[in-house]
Antibody
Framework: QVQLQESGPGLVKPSETLSLTCTVSGGSMNTYYWSWIRQPPGKGLEWIGHIYYSGSTNYNSSLKSRVTISVDTSKNQVSLKLSSMTAADTAVYYC????????????WGQGTTVTVSS | QSVLTQPPSVSGAPGQRVTIPCTGSNSNLGAGYDAHWYQQLPGTAPKLLIYGNNNRPSGVPDRFSGSKSGTSASLAISGLQVEDEADYYCQSFDSGRDVFGAGTKVTVL
């Protein structure tokens, strides 16, 4: 049973860079995409971007200038960096496994709440 | 404005059947990309409910079913139960990115 666990700071100051890590346990990272999805309080799901296990990335165009997603298969980890944080980036951030052949997201982490405030 | 359009809410009495439409366009559902559905219970992470338009992962009750035709997809819940009260999201692929509907809140009357 694959499990995903997000970790990182719960509070970030405006203009700073958010760094989150997702640790994958119980399975291989191979052949899958690894996505980051966020959900602002009381709102819907927003796709941030994803990375293939081999390292190719794809980002939401609205965030592309601020986002970097990386993967370390030797550590079974995926990382998210989001720069120039503002209050609008306050959200629950989810790490998600995405299936290659039909693009559905079959395993979700529990999510980590990130608040942007001084 | 979401690329996939869902109604904000639907409701039904226990035992009834409700459907949630998800309307897309020729660049997503109409281009042949699959529709997937997620259930988000209050305070929890979303969970995959339907993938590939009409497939249920192991453990999902057969009360949940999905369909797709042209630029639209839908999720049906038959024999509605109190524990089905949740937010439901459709998801597909469009122009190189994953896209979600804004979500539909299902209320059991």
């Amino acid at each position: 049973q694959v499990q995903l666990q997000e970790s990182g700071p719960g509070l970030v100051k405006p203009s700073e860079t958010l760094s989150l890590t997702c640790t994958v346990s119980g399975g291989s990272m191979n052949t899958y995409y690894w996505s980051w999805i966020r959900q602002p309080p009381g709102k819907g799901l927003e796709w941030i971007g994803h990375i293939y296990y081999s390292g190719s990335t794809n980002y939401n165009s609205s965030l592309k200038s601020r986002v970097t997603i990386s993967v370390d298969t030797s550590k079974n980890q995926v990382s998210l960096k989001l720069s120039s944080m503002t209050a609008a980036d306050t959200a629950v951030y989810y790490c998600v496994r995405r299936v290659s052949y039909s693009y559905h997201m079959d395993v979700w982490g529990q999510g980590t709440t990130v608040t942007v405030s001084s | 404005q979401s690329v996939l359009t869902q109604p904000p809410s639907v409701s039904g009495a226990p035992g009834q059947r409700v459907t949630i439409p998800c309307t897309g366009s020729n660049s997503n559902l109409g281009a042949g990309y699959d529709a997937h559905w997620y259930q988000q219970l209050p305070g929890t992470a979303p969970k995959l409910l339907i993938y590939g338009n009409n497939n249920r992962p192991s453990g999902v009750p057969d009360r949940f079913s999905g369909s797709k035709s042209g630029t639209s997809a839908s999720l049906a819940i038959s024999g509605l139960q109190v524990e089905d009260e949740a937010d439901y999201y459709c998801q597909s692929f469009d122009s190189g990115r994953d896209v979600f509907g804004a979500g539909t809140k299902v209320t059991v009357l």
